[in-house]
């Protein structure tokens, strides 16, 4: 056992070590992120001009949202691993894995934790920055239950996310291109994910039927959770019981297809 997590805890210091490499990168494209906000600050300010409330929250609890979302994005958004995984299948790279005594999927978890490490620790400095300048329209509710709630979310959200990439990531054993599937899953991610507007403005059928799929859960769930949109504490327990069902049939699909693409991969280069 210990020689197991030995094993990973190198590739995640491998990681790491790789990610601090760019680290500047991330910091840019953190600083970035919030002109995202300014833009946001400017539509929802029209938005909220001709009323103090929209969906029962006002535009301070709104603002708050889109901000807890970027930085959540940079804890556990999965931004590349697909590709990377694609990359390794079609160079032929994954082929050392199958002569090593390594689990492709613990390695390539290992590296995205390491990866995620980096970004949200990263993301911190434009909120600090930024903080002075935003701190009258942020606004966060302060109930216990929503740290006890909104961890595991979080935590299940990035099982969700790194899953997904995973599994698209795998798609290469039968395709040569996944850009296009990759593209196609984050655009509708970001309508039901709730990166575009919040899912609770949505009309109430359409609300009620993206809380039975797996993209509610990738960002927008431990989101409503920290930031006050979600009130009934059952109706979390409800989602973190959905949501860690989700964590199961996904990462049994990227089994299935680990399994079933070893057996048309021909150990060709790498």
Request: net charge positive.
């Amino acid at each position: 056992m210990l020689a197991t997590l030995n094993k990973y805890r190198a590739a995640f210091s491998v990681g790491l070590q790789s990610n601090l490499v760019y680290r500047v990168n991330f910091a840019i494209r953190g600083f970035f992120s919030f002109f995202h906000l300014i833009v946001v600050f400017i539509l929802w300010s029209a938005a909220y001009a001709g009323s103090p409330a929209i969906g029962g929250f006002n535009f301070p609890q709104t603002f708050t949202y889109f901000v807890a979302l970027i930085v959540v994005q940079f804890m556990i958004g999965a931004f590349n691993e697909d590709y990377q995984i694609s990359e390794e299948i079609r160079s032929g790279l994954i082929n050392q894995f199958l002569l090593k005594p390594v689990n492709y999927f613990a390695y390539r978890f290992s590296i995205y934790l390491s990866a995620r490490l980096v970004t949200g620790l990263l993301i911190l400095l434009p909120v600090l920055v930024t903080y002075p300048l935003l701190k009258d329209y942020l606004v966060l509710p302060t109930d216990a239950w929503r740290l006890a709630l909104g961890l595991p979310a979080l935590l299940m959200s990035g099982l969700i996310q790194f899953g997904i990439a995973y599994c698209f990531g795998l798609v290469s054993f039968w395709l040569l291109e996944i850009q296009g599937l990759v593209i196609l899953s984050m655009a509708i991610e970001s309508v039901l994910g709730g990166q575009i507007f919040p899912l609770d403005l949505l009309p109430d059928w359409l609300f009620r039927l993206s809380q039975y799929l797996p993209y509610y859960y990738q960002m927008y769930f431990p989101v409503a959770i920290f930031t006050g949109r979600l009130n009934d504490p059952s109706a979390a327990l409800t989602g973190l019981g959905i949501q860690a069902c989700w964590v199961v049939i996904i990462l049994a699909i990227g089994q299935l297809l680990w399994q079933r693409g070893l057996r048309l991969h021909t150990a060709v280069g790498g």
